[in-house]
């Protein structure tokens, strides 16, 4: 075997590793079965050309494999349920505040002229699920719209639910 | 879930192949060279018709020691059925060309 063809080869090898990380899991039998032929392959030129087309078919079934996400996939990605876990905090800290203020005999929560901790706390988490939000927009939602519309709609409804105690005790 | 059998340019051409030797199990790579397909054109295919239940794979000890197992691949009894209906609905229009074009 030549330098060229050893060079070759070298990199249609990492070529394939590269397309055997990229296949989902699910898949990876398939990704094993084209990793074999390589072996097989007639010298240099044809494994890295086996090898530049396994590329293109493992993304081809990455694609597939997320565009058939079904909603519980989809919910568990951490940019799904990290705005909802930052809304339910605000909220949850809210609801907290405002029994302690009852138990205390404060009478619940009370607008303070000066923002308190709590109030600062609340607005970090509000905004700060906005960039979580919108990464996750950009990333599921040409790949599964369905699905991410529903998770949309969950996170919505979950800013809502922060947000309402903000609105009806005026604070 | 699984797309639709469909009867692509592609799908076509490697049924054709397939039909040659229907009881033979068949390697990637040599289907690849007898098609023309590229891997990124045939595997994608191979899972796909796979998961419709018209291909059949399994493992198979190298035929040279000191080579990895192959994959090996062969139409399952629908895969048979579905590829010679897809094979006469592409030869008739050629017979009919053909016809066509030997009449005066």
Request: glycine share 8%; with cysteine; hydrophobic share 45%.
């Amino acid at each position: 075997m030549n330098v060229r063809t050893r060079l070759l080869s070298r990199v249609a090898f990492a070529l394939m590793a590269h397309a055997k990380k990229t296949m989902p899991p699910c898949r990876s039998l398939w990704a094993d079965a084209m990793e074999r032929e390589l072996y097989h392959t007639e010298g240099g030129l044809e494994a890295l050309s086996w090898a530049a087309g396994c590329v293109i078919a493992t993304y081809f079934e990455r694609g597939g494999h997320e565009m058939n996400q079904s909603f519980a996939t989809i919910v568990q990605k951490p940019s799904a349920f990290v705005p909802l876990a930052m809304s339910l905090t605000a909220l949850a800290l809210l609801g907290g505040a405002y029994i302690f203020g009852l138990a205390t005999g404060q009478g619940g929560l009370v607008r303070e002229p000066d923002e308190g901790s709590i109030a600062h706390l609340w607005q970090l988490l509000m905004a700060g699920q906005l960039p979580v939000l919108a990464f996750f927009v950009i990333k599921w939602l040409p790949r599964a719209p369905k699905q991410t519309l529903c998770v949309i709609a969950l996170q919505a409804g979950a800013v809502l639910a922060a947000m309402a105690p903000v609105y009806f005790l005026n604070l | 879930m699984a797309r639709k059998p469909n009867s692509s340019a592609q799908a076509r051409t490697l049924f054709s192949v397939m039909l040659r030797q229907p009881r033979t199990w068949q390697y990637g790579y040599e289907l690849s060279k007898q098609t023309s397909l590229r891997s990124g054109t045939l595997y994608p295919l191979l899972i796909r018709l796979s998961d419709q239940g018209l291909l059949e794979s399994q493992w198979q000890e190298p035929e040279w020691p000191g080579k990895p197992p192959r994959h090996a691949y062969k139409l399952t009894a629908s895969g048979l059925t579905f590829a010679r209906t897809v094979a006469s609905a592409t030869a008739f229009p050629t017979l009919r060309r053909k016809i066509a074009g030997a009449t005066p």
